[in-house]
């Protein structure tokens, strides 16, 4: 999580807790507790030992220390290459940088490989670095205990690497008659986003991993007590940027101050800018997912999710929305995030240059140079200037929710969590589909485990861990969606 790239889940928790405090007052949740849609064949005992076969996978990954940076991914790499060859799948090393390799397998439903169907299978190798004094467990010991793996990765991103391998590993056991080419991708530096990362991987790669479908990690399966409340699957997502303000002045010394020091005029511009806010916009996919959640919610917040388009309270309706929870006015507007301060070499010394870093997430369409021109009237100094750093995000075309692959996921996901509702969702962080996207891959974000507000908290904090039951229920889902999706039958 470096720069203006961010993890998936490095969003998530103030995401889902910012959900649940919107929930906390709502009473009987309409929609849920239905009887569940009967199993599939998918759902059985063959299914259930090849999740915990997976499981032991898992384990095995989080062992292999990929901390990015350094990365080291292609340990891990090595390590799956093995299990494919063990079923009798070539696996393909791709090389990025020393030390640093993806990986990539695919079955292929003709004699060819034929990209104009196919789909293909996502997940990273790499993880956040830990604070191993705080955990208490040994984070790269994918220790089990009382019914959870423990260790960095757990869940992000190693759990669907895992899972992924399982639903791949499922066509090929099960001698599949595959309607479109399968392609099992494990990539490098997604949480660096730097030289071994997927934007380099399609510079270099594009014809092994081409597809016209993605399932990669982006959206989540929100739990709470024990039930599945709702699966976001990521459609679209914002675009980052960081701008850094710049403020000049005299320097001098302290014992003298001057009307034109740096540290005040910065001070004055990062104030306005942390205040403002810009104005709303509802792309379609948002207008999808508040439509999805308003039964959700209890009967007020209900009421002002349905009013958000309504043309006398439309405005206090967007108002009410953004102020009940964070995430929900991350995902209506574009929003700017101080987060970092320069300023000074001596405690008496008046520094000529002050500086702060935004952090700015663009809604799709935005741009960020729009932006800039409205932050630079309402900050109104000549000492103050704004400058785009180079490393920001490039806005993707939506994923399409009108797609077989959004059909099957939708169908295949209600099927697995007792018809809990599917929605679209715009995530407000950042993953590798931006990337697949700009290539015309319909790529779906949902990583596919049940995971409850506490669990949540713990990716890309210490003591990450799943629970084993949450890792077969995603394995199963992604088995029942390959299964339903590239398997004729
Ligand atoms: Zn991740």
Not at 189 to 197: H, L, R
Not at 228 to 252: F, M
Not at 405 to 421: D, H, L, N, R
Not at 441 to 469: C, N, T, W
């Amino acid at each position: 999580m470096r720069g203006v790239r961010k993890c998936v889940f490095a969003g998530i928790f103030a995401a889902v807790a910012g959900f649940f405090a919107a929930l906390s007052s709502a009473g009987q949740v309409p929609g849920l507790g239905q009887p569940p849609v009967a199993p599939s064949s998918s759902g059985t005992a063959a299914t259930a030992a090849l999740a915990r076969e997976a499981a032991g996978w898992l384990a095995e990954l989080i062992k292999i220390n990929t901390t990015n940076p350094p990365g080291n991914e292609e340990a891990a790499a090595k390590y799956i290459a093995g299990i494919l060859q063990k079923e009798g799948i070539a696996a393909e090393l791709l090389p990025m940088a020393p030390g640093r390799s993806a990986l990539v397998a695919r079955l292929n439903a003709a004699s060819f490989a034929d990209p104009s169907k196919a789909l293909l299978l996502v997940a990273h190798l790499d993880v956040v670095g830990v604070e191993r004094a705080r955990w208490t467990v040994d984070p790269f010991g994918g220790v089990p205990q009382g019914g959870y793996i423990y260790g960095r990765g757990a869940v992000d991103d190693k759990a669907m690497l895992a899972a992924n391998l399982a639903a791949f590993i499922y066509l090929k056991r099960t001698n599949a008659r595959l309607n479109r080419d399968v392609i099992f991708l494990a990539t490098a530096d997604e949480e660096g986003g730097g030289d071994a990362s997927i934007k380099m991987l399609i510079a270099k790669y594009w014809n092994k991993i081409a597809a016209k479908y993605s399932l990669n990690e982006g959206g989540n399966v929100v739990e709470k007590g024990g039930k599945v409340q709702y699966v976001a699957v990521q459609a679209s997502e914002k675009v980052p940027a960081n701008v850094t303000v710049i403020a000049k002045g005299t320097s001098g010394h302290a014992s003298i101050p001057l009307k034109d020091n740096a540290v005040t005029h910065l001070a004055a511009a990062v104030e306005k800018i942390g205040n403002y806010t810009a104005p709303v916009h509802l792309t379609t996919i948002v207008r999808r997912y508040f439509e999805g959640i308003a039964p959700l919610m209890d009967d007020e917040i209900g009421k002002w999710i349905r009013s958000l388009d309504s043309s006398d309270r439309g405005e206090h309706a967007m108002r009410v929305i953004a102020d009940a929870n964070p995430m929900w006015n991350a995902m209506i507007r574009d929003t700017i995030t101080p987060t970092m301060l320069a300023a000074g070499i001596r405690v008496n010394v008046i520094p000529s240059e002050a500086r702060a870093t935004l952090n700015v997430r663009l809604l799709p369409g935005n741009t960020v140079t729009a932006l800039l021109a409205e932050l630079n009237k309402l900050v109104n100094d000549p000492q103050v200037k704004l400058e785009v750093q180079p490393d920001a995000g490039l806005a993707a075309p939506d994923s399409s929710l009108e797609t077989d692959f959004y059909a099957a996921i939708v169908k295949a996901a209600a099927e697995e969590f007792g018809g809990a509702p599917v929605l679209p969702f715009q995530s407000t962080w950042a993953t590798d589909s931006a990337q697949l996207r700009l290539h015309n891959v319909q790529s779906y974000g949902l990583v596919p485990f049940p995971l409850s507000e506490e669990d949540l908290k713990r990716m890309h904090g210490d003591d990450e861990r799943i629970p084993a039951a949450a890792f077969a229920k995603g394995v199963s889902l992604l088995v029942r969606l390959v299964s339903e999706f590239a398997v004729s039958h």
